[in-house]
């Protein structure tokens, strides 16, 4: 039996530093996918890594190739068809008759084109997913214990990717390493030489000691330029570390609709965006409280669990959140202390002179106390009364927003558009 030992250094994971650079070319073609891929998952596997598909043809890198004209001379072998100036056709269905994503299916024109499948872990996946996203109008309060993490240049280290070598850091040691090691066989070297200018080439015993003396200098060379000009112990890197900055704390009201018009289809589209939703705020912010409140006639504080799974229906009185809403950030937020957001989804339907009552409650008891406060509408029919009273609020109040999610492709972009960072997100 035969064993194989790689003794080669940074052996493992040695194809980090190309997949880093890779990820950075083509970051727009992978975000691209990314995107695209998202409205194909399920609620169950929204957190894990993805395959994403690249057409080859954005991933072409520069190359040098003769030029069109001139005089080429060639020999082709066995050539018992053809003559000078012979027109040779193009052969049928083969060009472009991969192995890609297209199975090697060519089109009708013979033409076809591979694709570049790569695959991303979890963490790449949702750090494309999520970048340019923050919560919006986030502020410091009195209480900060909402902690995010930034990443800050620490000194230098031994071990590291090459993408984060110091170039600079590096090369000093290295000089500082071949000046202790040579020193020595430089001075020596330079009396050697000394000596041999002196030497004289009179007696026989003087051109004898010369030659070894020469003899002696080229070993002495040898030995100096046999002391390597980098070696890993010289290797500097870029160290850097996340450190932990105080923010504000913030808690995030989410509430759906669970009522007897939102049929499962619809209900899966608005699970897919609150879980979007948590994914985000677990991942971008540490200790962000998340309440989530079901309503149908009438409206319940539950858990994680409840909120996405459970098979509870009924009628629609969509103000029995927003009350039970209002109620709760008056017992346990205080505004002056918490960052209040809301988020909710809902089909549109509701009694009739429910629609007013909700305005009420939002434009007196929580528009001014939360942060900010999106609504996506789920459907395809002609807005009612819910959405037309939610137009007014918005045309008055800056942290408010509406949006409409007509099936699943249409929750990435809404979302990206409810959550986009702005220039004022920045924390004062």
Not at 110 to 121: L, N, R, V
Not at 212 to 219: C, N, P, V
Not at 257 to 267: E, L, N, P, W
């Amino acid at each position: 039996m035969t064993y194989f030992i790689d003794r080669r250094l940074n052996g493992k994971n040695k194809s980090a530093v190309n997949r880093q650079r890779f990820m950075r070319r083509y970051k727009a073609q992978i975000k691209q996918s990314v995107s695209g891929t998202m409205n194909k998952r399920s609620v169950t596997d929204v957190d894990q890594g993805e395959s994403v598909t690249i057409p080859k043809e954005t991933i072409k890198e520069p190359m040098f190739h003769q030029g069109i004209g001139g005089i080429r001379h060639r020999v082709h072998p066995g050539n018992d068809h053809f003559i000078e100036r012979d027109r040779i056709p193009r052969p049928q269905g083969q060009e472009g008759n991969g192995t890609g994503s297209n199975n090697g299916n060519a089109g009708e024109d013979g033409e076809g084109s591979e694709d570049f499948i790569f695959h991303i872990s979890k963490d790449e996946y949702l750090d494309l997913l999520f970048e340019d996203l923050a919560l919006p109008n986030l502020k410091r309060t009195q209480y900060r214990q909402l902690t995010e993490y930034s990443t800050h240049r620490s000194g230098y280290t031994a071990n590291g990717v090459p993408a984060n070598i110091s170039v600079v850091r590096s090369l000093q040691n290295s000089l500082a390493r071949r000046t202790a090691l040579t020193a020595g066989k430089r001075r020596q070297l330079h009396e050697m030489e000394n000596n041999l200018e002196a030497a004289g080439h009179v007696e026989p015993c003087s051109l004898l000691a010369e030659e070894q003396l020469r003899k002696d200098i080229a070993e002495l060379r040898e030995k100096i330029a046999r002391v390597p000009f980098i070696d890993t112990f010289d290797l500097r890197f870029k160290n850097y570390e996340k450190r932990p900055e105080a923010s504000s704390q913030a808690v995030m009201f989410c509430l759906m609709d669970v009522s007897g018009s939102m049929d499962q289809a619809t209900k899966d589209i608005a699970k897919r965006f609150y879980i979007l939703l948590y994914l985000f705020l677990s991942r971008s912010y540490k200790n962000v409280e998340v309440v989530y409140i079901r309503h149908h006639t009438q409206a319940k504080a539950v858990d994680e669990q409840t909120f996405f799974y459970s098979q509870e229906t009924g009628g629609t009185i969509v103000s029995s959140a927003l009350k039970l809403m209002a109620e709760m950030v008056e017992k346990h937020y205080d505004p002056t202390q918490w960052n209040i957001y809301g988020a909710q989804a809902s089909d549109g339907d509701n009694w009739a002179d429910d629609s007013p009552l909700c305005r009420k409650i939002l434009m007196e008891k929580l528009l001014p106390a939360v942060r900010y406060y999106s609504y996506i509408e789920i459907t395809r029919r002609t807005h009612q009364s819910l959405w037309q009273e939610y137009e007014k609020l918005q045309t008055i109040y800056d942290n408010f927003a509406i949006q409409t999610v007509r099936d699943q492709n249409d929750i990435y972009p809404v979302f990206r558009e409810l959550f986009r960072k702005q220039l004022h997100d920045v924390p004062d």
